[in-house]
């Protein structure tokens, strides 16, 4: 029986397969909308297995490929110079422009007629100098129009000065006036107020396609893990991936956060086993989620501390007092979170005064219970000495790490 393809093997063979959206030539003048969740790793995915097909084949069609994100950038008009810009690039220079455009043309203060003073072509192309601002336009216009695709990333992050209407405007001029395929990369659940209704709206009328990027928690990490500077890492991959898989977190940021500690870890050859790295690569996630580090190791990881001693001082240690519940009966924090608040109401012999400082005590420290339920829930410590766990409590909150 054939084996079900993954979301991102969809992905992939529908966008830059052999008979793919973004390398079909019948297909321009279309506006797709890629979105995912927060840290998902859509932009991971895109710059690292998408984008690398669209270079080599853009390159050998004579179209451009223009990849541009609109975080940081305040105007429309920036926007738009920077795509042309890129374009241009591709024009001159081949497969190197378009490779460099994207680190090298960032920042373009003035509209498309001072092309020529806005571009330093000189480091970049020989002999540009020379040519006129029309020719730097019609070779731009000539590698975007009919087959030329722009990707525009960080969608849902660009500057409240800019107006989507006007945003969703220059889109369309380039799908349907220059024959472009445009990618838009977002995470579409941001937008609030009046710019949701906007969006939602202008959407409908602008976007051809709407594709989902959902990948699970081992595709998200093989994506990750493939590069070369995780090869140091190869032996222990069952157990990092294992570990993560825990704690069900789905985020590019905090996987490549986590395996470059690893690889300082690893380096600076520091202990070494399974059970070391599973601990620092849950303290590196428990402290990454909720800025917190849990100093003391579990002794009892099924008790957690309730609110029999909520008055004194909070710390961050575990501790051995607690409500009395299994962890094994509580499989999420809401669960915990729902016994807590029982703890505060329950009893008629609770004066009011102190329900409400319980309360409050518990709604400002939420995320350091939060903090405490998942150490005690993936016992963080099991199985190693505390001096380890503290060199790495120490190594994940300062980020320094020192031989001893």
Not at 156 to 167: G, P
Not at 316 to 322: D, H, L, Q, Y
Not at 377 to 391: A, G, H, R
Request: aromatic share 12%.
């Amino acid at each position: 029986m054939e084996n079900k393809k993954s979301n991102q093997q969809r992905l992939e063979e529908y966008l830059v397969g052999e008979k793919g959206y973004l390398k079909s030539d019948i297909s321009n003048g279309k506006v797709i909308m890629l979105s995912g969740k927060w840290g998902s790793g859509k932009t991971f995915f895109w710059k690292n297995i998408i984008e690398k097909e669209l270079i080599q084949n853009q390159t050998e069609k004579q179209k451009a490929y223009v990849y541009s994100s609109l975080y940081g950038n305040r105007t429309l008009d920036k926007i738009e110079d920077n795509i042309y810009a890129q374009a241009y690039l591709c024009s001159v220079g081949g497969k190197n422009a378009v490779l460099s455009g994207y680190e090298k043309v960032k920042d373009f203060g003035k509209r498309f007629g001072s092309f020529c003073s806005l571009l330093d072509v000189s480091k970049l192309v020989d002999g540009i100098d020379d040519i006129q601002q029309k020719n730097i336009k019609r070779s731009a216009l000539s590698y975007l129009e009919n087959g030329g695709i722009v990707c525009f990333d960080d969608f849902e992050r660009k500057s409240k000065d800019i107006d989507l209407n006007d945003l969703f405007g220059f889109i369309s001029h380039l799908a349907i006036e220059l024959d472009c395929k445009v990618v838009i990369i977002l995470n579409d659940d941001v937008f609030v107020g009046e710019e949701k209704n906007v969006f939602s709206r202008v959407k409908e009328k602008s976007v051809s396609k709407f594709l989902k990027y959902e990948p699970s928690i081992k595709e998200l990490f093989e994506t990750i893990f493939s590069n070369e500077k995780y090869r140091v890492l190869d032996e222990h991959k069952e157990i990092i991936l294992k570990t993560i898989e825990e704690t069900e977190e789905l985020n590019a940021r905090i996987y490549i956060q986590v395996l470059d500690n690893l690889v300082e870890w690893i380096e600076k050859e520091q202990e070494i086993n399974d059970d070391v790295l599973r601990c620092l690569i849950l303290v590196n996630i428990n402290f990454i989620l909720f800025h917190t580090i849990c100093n003391h190791k579990v002794e009892n990881i099924y008790l957690l501390r309730g609110f029999y001693d909520i008055h004194e001082k909070y710390s961050n240690n575990f501790s051995e007092r607690g409500i009395g519940e299994n962890l094994k009966l509580l499989s999420t924090f809401q669960d915990y979170y729902s016994k807590l608040k029982e703890s505060i109401f329950s009893g008629k012999e609770k004066p009011e005064e102190k329900r409400k400082y319980h309360n409050n005590f518990l709604e400002s420290n939420l995320k350091n219970y939060e903090s405490k339920f998942l150490a005690n829930k993936l016992d963080i410590s099991k199985d190693v000495d505390n001096k380890t766990f503290q060199k790495i409590n120490k190594f994940i909150e300062t980020g320094i790490l020192i031989n001893e």
